[in-house]
């Protein structure tokens, strides 16, 4: 699909989309219990369709209702049985980095596979960490597929967390199913903080118990129930919703709803950058709402939220001066390696995009019709579209169909904001 976003003053209120990141740790958190557990609020991107088709072939029974789905599992363990002895993880970075140890609960042999640039993103930490856990795992030099056996055994260990924090995420939900007496998981380096703590919200709700100490290390008790019946609402997405935020800055007048302002979501630092680069924000207890107004450069550290880079560089882009974002290293095992990708697409905007050290610079100015691609990755394709907004003409955007990755109704509500937007399909 090619997207044609022309200049557009934006007026409007929206819903939050659902969180890809709290609904894809609930399809975990349901199969691993036993029990029924209500999801309110679920997602419909590729990602969570990936979540709940794993957890289908692990043995849950999924029931879709009016914005619901019910989960009924018999649990994961050692004796569970997959039919074929094979799940791919779609496109989904969370879902072969969090499900691959749950998977290793199991005694059988079991193949885990991906699609797209998941084929070609690192997973060496696995052929590093499983085997110390008694798991047999082949991998292709440390990429998809991967075979493992388990079961995986309960011990304390030590990892590096400079990577990603999906690769923890995994480990404690394996090792907190898993655990019969305390171990603990020593981290190195933690990155994505923020995602560890809204994955520690999700396992209190269904009944386990971590300790965290300072991110350094997490101590794992043993649960004291694996028979639940559990309801769980997921949150609105800040990933999401960055990108309607921003275009409420630097196009119009935005109000999204639904939005937990004291969310653990790492991604909700956007107010910061909106706030720092002068615009107008308005917050109360239902909604946040963006406005126009004149804007300048800032400086922001996105080590920990990474994902903010491609609304963030949509931003800079009509801020007057030289923005810094700290943190690119993060950028390279994403769909694309986004800090060049940002750097190529904004570059045929006209934007000037440097990257020094650990540091993305963007000088921002008059944003030129261009034709681009999204490198067939979600958020470049709606940043080149946020930016589209406000530009001196047109931008095209080819394979723009890569928002369903995680937000599949983002053309659409830019159309419901007023944004002239046409869709050509192939």
């Given amino acids: 699909m090619t997207a044609i976003v022309s200049p557009s003053s934006i007026n409007g209120i929206l819903p939050a989309p659902s969180s890809k990141s709290s609904m894809q740790r609930a399809c975990a958190a349901a199969l691993l219990n036993v029990g029924t557990t209500h999801i309110f609020n679920p997602g419909v991107s590729n990602d969570d369709k990936a979540a709940l088709n794993i957890i289908k072939l692990l ?10 789905i019910v989960i009924d ?10 039919d074929n002895n094979e799940i791919s993880c779609g496109e989904s970075g969370l879902s072969i980095r969090m499900f691959t140890p749950i998977v290793a609960l199991s005694s059988s042999c079991i193949t885990i596979s991906g699609t797209g640039s998941l084929i070609t993103r690192p997973m060496s930490f696995f052929d590093e960490i499983l085997p110390k856990l008694h798991v047999e795992i082949e991998s292709n030099n440390g990429r998809l597929p991967i075979m493992i056996t388990g ?3 309960p011990m304390s260990i030590t990892i590096d967390g400079s990577l990603s924090s999906q690769f923890l995420t995994g480990l404690l939900f394996a090792l907190g199913e898993a655990a019969t007496e305390i171990v603990t998981v020593l981290v190195n380096d933690l990155k994505s903080k923020p995602y560890i703590d809204l994955t520690l919200n999700v396992m209190k709700k269904f009944g386990y118990n971590i300790i965290n100490e300072n991110y350094e290390q997490f101590v794992i008790h043993p649960k004291t129930s694996n028979n639940r019946n559990i309801s769980y609402t997921v949150e609105g997405d800040w990933s999401s919703a960055s990108f309607l935020l921003v275009a409420g800055a630097i196009a119009g007048n935005v109000k999204i709803n639904g939005l937990d302002k ?6 909700k630092a956007i107010l910061n950058a909106l706030k720092d680069c002068g615009a107008i924000i308005k917050i109360d207890e239902e909604s946040i709402e963006i406005i126009k107004d004149d804007l300048n450069a800032f400086n922001f550290d996105a080590t920990d939220c990474p994902d903010l880079f491609p609304p963030l560089a949509a931003l800079a882009a009509y801020c007057k001066g030289t923005t810094i974002i700290k943190g690119t290293h993060r950028l390279a095992a994403k769909e694309s390696d986004r800090a060049i990708t940002l750097q190529e697409i904004f570059g045929k905007m006209g934007i000037k995009i440097m990257l020094e050290n650990d540091e993305m610079l963007i000088t ?3 944003v030129n019709t261009a034709e681009v691609s999204s490198h067939h990755d979600h958020r470049i ?3 080149a579209a946020v930016a589209a907004l406000a530009a001196e003409g047109t931008i095209e955007i080819s394979n723009a169909d890569a928002i ?5 109704q ?10 002239t937007v046409d869709l050509i399909q192939p």
């Fill in 73 to 82: 599992s018999k649990g994961f363990n050692s004796k569970s049985i997959i």
């Fill in 404 to 408: 369903n990755k995680s937000y599949p």
């Fill in 262 to 267: 004291n969310s653990t979501q790492a991604d």
């Fill in 410 to 419: 983002f053309f659409n509500d830019l159309q419901k904001l007023g944004a």
């Fill in 151 to 153: 079961p995986l055994q």
């Fill in 381 to 383: 394709a709606m940043a």
């Fill in 364 to 366: 921002g100015g008059a």
């Fill in 59 to 68: 043995g849950a029974r999924i029931t879709y209702g009016e914005n619901e």
